[in-house]
C-alpha cells in the first residue's frame, strides 16, 4: 500500500515493514518493522513531520505497541504499550484528530496526546461513534 504526505512517498509492504522512499528515486530513506509483528497503516500528523504505526506482536496475540516516529530520519518520538484482549483479526490505522490520536483496538478506542504518547482516555464505545464526533 502506498502513502503520501507532505512530499514523503511511503510504502507498507507484505512484509510488514513501514519503508520510506526518496520520491524521485526510488531510493530506501528508512524503513520500520519490529521483528515477528504485525504493522497497521501509518496515521500521520497534520503537518506531515510524525508517522504513528501500530504494532501486535503476532497475530491474536494481546500485546500492542503505538509508536510515534520522526518522518524526516526515522528518529523515535516516543512508544506506548497496551495488553487489551485480542478479539479481531485486522489491525486498523489510528487516527489524528487535533492533539489526539485515536488508537482503535477492537471494540476499544485508546486516546493519546500525539506529542508525548500520554494515555488520555479508554473506551469501549463503538469506533464508528469516535469516529464520527
Same mark, same amino acid.
Given at each position: 500500500?502506498?502513502f ?9 509492504t ?14 530506501? $530513506? ?5 521483528e ?17 504505526? $501500530?504494532?501486535?506482536?503476532?497475530? %491474536?496475540?494481546?500485546f ?15 512508544q ?5 484482549p ?19 483496538? %477492537?471494540?476499544?478506542v485508546v ?5 508525548? %504518547? ?10 464508528e ?5
Open positions: 500500500m502506498l503520501w504526505k507532505e512530499g514523503r512517498l511511503y510504502v507498507e507484505d512484509a510488514q515493514r513501514l519503508v520510506r522512499l526518496d520520491p524521485q528515486t526510488g531510493t530506501i $530513506l528508512w524503513e520500520y518493522a519490529k515477528e509483528a504485525e504493522i497497521s497503516p501509518p496515521a500521520f500528523s497534520s503537518r506531515g513531520d510524525v508517522v504513528y504505526v $501500530l504494532t501486535r506482536q503476532q497475530i %491474536g496475540s494481546s500492542y505497541e503505538v509508536t510515534a516516529i520522526s518522518a524526516g530520519k526515522r528518529e523515535l518520538l516516543w506506548q504499550h497496551f495488553v487489551v485480542a478479539q479481531w483479526e485486522k489491525l486498523e490505522t489510528p487516527v489524528v484528530q487535533d492533539e489526539l490520536l485515536l488508537v482503535p483496538l %477492537g471494540e476499544r486516546i493519546l496526546h500525539v506529542t508525548d %504518547g500520554h494515555l488520555l482516555s479508554s473506551s469501549t464505545q463503538p469506533q461513534d469516535i469516529r464520527r464526533r
